[in-house]
């Protein structure tokens, strides 16, 4: 494991809309801890490690992509990732996971690609060559990480940048892989989706965000009369904004206590998504908001996937919550080299992407938004 990269970026498929494999058992299992997996990845605020957006989607396939590779970590990997200690499919199960969300949509941007990256005669050892091909069919590029490391991080930042339509984060530091590095393995996933009722432009007003000194600055907010699933309590409120389809749905959580929404952030669990979840309830409303988002950033994981496996992960991504839609990418990567940091500010809010029918979480993070 110490001579694999892993990285993920996005790609885009052509819309289509041919039938969905068959959804089994071991998948939905595959799903149930991708999103132990989520709340595991947005867990970690009392260290401010920010999650302002990444794909759990992403980070998850990369890994399964990995987790029966080396027996010496297969387990590690497999609890990184909260699969189910003993479960024998269940690294197939989240590769048949990935196929099933590589399958192309109508209306629908929403793609997995995988490729491996290396020296032809220092790929991985056959078993695993094997399965990965069987699992996720990876292309193959020629790359030497030795001899001519600049060029290929280079190639390697181009791709993830195109890819995932990177602007301002870098997948790789200075271009460059870590050293020792020998192959890279990548995997990629994109989303993008305009909304079942979109938000008028003419509605969209700035609203006052509080910051801890008493000072304000203006956060944007989108406005629509007519329908939402939403709950509500002394604590948070929780609304469902369906896509276009119906097969997808972001689902936007925040605290509604202004005093609290100034120090703390909210804390997501299996258990208290599922609660929040099934307490939801239809409603007719004259204005249902949600803020807009769009962030890019790098971010490293190593404090909540603190194996030995898996040190050094870290992923560049963006994400746009928009009067139209929602639209997001990501670059994930096992780079082991230092990510910057950056002046925290607490984000009550959060956002999900996920499948509304299974409960997969495709994308997620932290967001500003105005209490009351």
């Known amino acids: ?135 996720f069919k990876p292309s193959f590029h020629a790359a030497d990480f030795v001899k001519d490391a600049a060029a290929s991080g280079g190639r390697l930042n181009r791709w993830a940048a195109d890819a995932a339509g990177l602007t301002r984060a870098s997948l790789l530091r200075d271009g460059r892989v870590p050293n020792g590095t020998l192959s890279a393995l990548a995997s990629g996933f994109r989303f993008r989706s305009e909304w079942a009722d979109p938000f008028p432009p003419e509605r969209t007003a700035d609203a006052p965000f509080p910051l801890g000194d008493g000072t304000r600055f203006p956060v944007t907010v989108f406005h629509r009369a007519g329908t939402v699933r939403r709950f509500r309590d002394a604590d948070v409120e929780v609304q469902e904004l369906p896509l276009a389809g119906g097969e997808f749905s972001v689902v936007l959580i925040r605290l509604v206590e202004p005093r609290a929404a100034l120090s703390r952030e909210v804390t997501l669990t299996p258990e208290r998504l599922a609660t929040w979840l099934a307490r939801l309830r239809e409603e007719q409303r004259d204005d249902v908001a949600a803020p807009a988002i769009r962030e890019e950033h790098t971010e490293a994981f190593d404090d909540r996937l603190s194996s030995a496996g898996v040190r050094g992960v870290g992923q560049a991504s963006r994400v746009s919550l928009s009067e139209r839609g929602f639209d997001c990418g990501a670059a994930a990567l096992r780079p082991g080299t230092a990510f910057g940091g950056s002046y925290y500010i607490v984000r009550p809010g959060l956002f999900l992407l996920r499948d509304a029918r299974r409960g997969t979480i495709l994308c997620a993070g932290r967001h500003l938004a105005p209490a009351g």
Not at 50 to 78: K, Q, T, W, Y
Not at 83 to 104: I, K, M, W
């Open 1 to 135: 494991m110490s001579h694999l990269l892993l990285l993920a970026a996005c790609l885009a498929a052509p819309p289509a809309d041919p039938a969905l494999p068959d959804w089994t058992p071991a998948m939905q299992r595959a799903a149930d801890a991708n999103t132990r997996f989520t709340c595991r990845m947005l867990g970690s605020v009392e260290n401010r490690t920010s999650a302002l957006c990444f794909s759990p989607l992403g980070l998850f396939a990369a890994l399964a992509m990995v987790a029966d590779a080396d027996d010496s970590v297969r387990r590690e990997l497999a609890a990184a990732i909260q699969l189910a200690p003993g479960d024998d499919e269940a690294p197939r199960a989240a590769a048949s996971l990935a196929r099933y969300y590589a399958t192309p949509r109508a209306g629908v941007t929403l793609a997995f690609e995988s490729a491996l990256w290396g020296e032809p005669g220092r790929r991985l050892r056959r078993s695993s060559l094997e399965r990965l091909t069987a699992d």
